[in-house]
């Protein structure tokens, strides 16, 4: 079946610092991937996505590559803010639902 | 431009009440979604709707919980006789019938059973 590994956290870091989460998969097919984000006490907002391999999804300064010779999809981030302290979380869509990481809690100090 | 709703946003029971918790999608998705997420864990899938057809469930959702989609917008889900393993966010997302079918989260529902 279809699954998702993402990095444990928690993961700590100092304003400006670069910041990659990893995430690897296991799929039938050509699912699409996402990652999504949860600040503290609201749900999942979808940061980005991308739809077939090679595709790169970005947004708010976020980047990820849909990697498929190693079904990989890494989120980066050059330099991030404390506004970016949240639960990442990755996802790949098959048969209609999303199948979730367990979420990295990411805490960005000032 | 509104979102997913979820109504309530938290819900405190007793074990052995019946509870039920509503979800109003983007207005022209077709496709509704429940998710149950634990603390610590990411969501996990319950069941979808395709317009007004519950098209699948997963074995997670045990006989107490059903779910209702009946003219094809509004969404509602019910357990009965809760149990404090029931405790968790209970997630509604929405998408449209494309080739990505991106879907787009509600706030959720947070039931604490005592």
């Known amino acids: 079946g279809n699954s998702v590994t993402q990095m444990e956290g928690p993961v700590t870091l100092s304003e400006e610092a670069f910041l990659t989460i990893n995430c690897t998969y296991t799929?039938?097919?050509?699912?699409?991937l996402f990652w999504y984000v949860q600040y503290p006490g609201e749900g999942l907002q979808l940061l980005l996505k991308?739809?077939?391999?090679?595709d790169k999804g970005s947004n708010k300064g976020f980047e990820a590559t849909y990697r498929k010779e190693t079904t990989s999809f890494h989120l980066e981030k050059g330099s991030v803010q404390v506004s970016d302290s949240a639960v990442y979380f990755c996802?790949?869509?098959?048969?209609?639902?999303?199948?979730f990481g367990a979420g990295t809690t990411v805490t960005v100090r000032a | 431009d509104t979102g997913v709703s979820q109504d309530p946003r938290h819900k405190i029971t007793k074990r052995g009440q019946n509870v039920t918790f509503r979800c109003d999608p983007i207005?022209?998705?077709?496709?509704l979604y429940w998710y149950r997420q634990t603390l610590g864990q990411g969501p996990e899938f319950l069941t979808y709707?395709?317009?007004?057809?519950?098209?699948?469930k997963s074995r997670l959702l045990s006989d107490r919980f059903s779910a209702e989609r009946p003219k094809g917008s509004f969404s509602t889900l019910e357990i009965q006789r809760t149990e404090q393993g029931d405790s968790a966010m209970y997630l509604c997302?929405?998408?449209?019938?494309?080739?990505?079918?991106?879907?787009?989260f509600g706030p959720g529902t947070r039931l604490t059973v005592l």
């Open positions: 991308a739809t077939k391999a090679d």
């Open positions: 709707f395709q317009n007004e057809a519950q098209l699948e």
């Open positions: 207005s022209e998705h077709n496709r």
């Open positions: 799929a039938t097919g050509y699912p699409s």
């Open positions: 997302a929405s998408s449209l019938v494309s080739g990505t079918d991106t879907q787009y």
């Open positions: 996802a790949l869509s098959g048969d209609y639902k999303l199948s």
